[in-house]
């Protein structure tokens, strides 16, 4: 079979993330996924090779999780088949001199904002540089996506809050009667 790789770039201070204490992350990822890692760390370049395709991506999404300031535990959620990560490019939704403001508005005083948004769709966030990272179910980020999305477009907390609390008691009728259906239905 041929051998197939990915290159990537991380930020600088991201490097050691990855490679971890004694190098225990990069080997987790490397026995996790079938794969081999390069990392030259004077660069931030990675090269991930390997002959399955499917674990081939898996790490490197796991590795473009880290690189988005997630930390290793949270991104080998991305290992899992229903999981999946979305970058949402703050700048897309502001100017320079609004950057930091309107970043603060997805972090929140003391982080709250941020909390808030993971509780209510069970998603995982990341504010690194000039993206916000969430990982999560494929259905949980897309909403997570979507408050994020309205509060860098201006949208008032509250508003959003309530938004996505309705949206979650949807989902869980949605699962319940999911459920019922498939009890009642053998």
């Not at 890692?37 to 390997?50: P, R, Y």
């Not at 991506?57 to 979305?86: H, S, T, V, W």
Request: glycine share 8%; net charge positive.
């Amino acid at each position: 079979m041929a051998e197939l790789s990915y290159e990537l770039k991380l930020p600088q201070d991201r490097i050691a993330v990855l490679i971890g204490v004694k190098g225990e992350i990069k080997k987790g990822i490397e026995e996790a996924t079938a794969t081999k890692l390069e990392i030259d760390s004077k660069e931030g370049d990675v090269t991930i090779t390997g002959e399955d395709a499917i674990k081939l991506y898996a790490a490197k999404e796991l590795i473009r999780a880290i690189g988005r300031g997630f930390n290793p535990d949270i991104a080998q959620l991305l290992l899992k088949q229903d999981y999946c990560m979305e970058a949402v490019r703050i700048d897309d939704f502001t100017n320079k001199s609004q950057f930091q403001r309107v970043k603060g508005r997805i972090i929140g005083r003391a982080g709250r904002a941020r909390k808030n948004i993971e509780e209510l769709t069970d998603t995982n966030i990341s504010v690194y540089g000039k993206t916000v990272g969430i990982i999560g179910t494929a259905e949980n980020t897309a909403l997570a996506r979507k408050a994020v999305e309205s509060l860098l477009s201006g949208s008032m907390h509250s508003t959003v809050y309530k938004w996505l609390s309705k949206k979650r008691k949807e989902l869980k009728i949605r699962e319940f009667e999911a459920g019922m259906n498939g009890k009642y239905s053998r």
